[in-house]
């Protein structure tokens, strides 16, 4: 439904994340963390602003789940 960039920290993440670096793991579970926590800080808004779009969505507004997609130069499909 969005996007969003992220800072340079983000860049330094996916960058590790994408070369299978010593810490992916870890990059990897912070880039979730940072997703999780943007979302959640304005998850009502968010919410609001699908049901808008897609009010067939409304009854279920309570049961919604999320999910991104990671988008780095260089990074496969598959990861």
């Given amino acids: 439904c969005g996007s969003f960039k992220g800072d340079e920290k983000s860049a330094a993440l996916a960058s590790n ?15 979730d963390s940072g997703v999780s926590g943007s979302l959640y800080r304005d998850k009502d808004q968010l919410v609001e602003s699908i ?11 309570d049961s919604l789940e999320f999910g991104y997609k990671l988008a780095y130069e260089g990074l496969s499909e598959e990861l």
Avoid: C, E, F, M
């Fill in 17 to 31: 994340y994408r070369d299978n670096g010593l810490l992916a793991g870890i990059s990897k579970n912070q880039l």
């Fill in 51 to 61: 049901v808008r779009g897609y009010p067939q969505l409304r009854k279920s507004r």
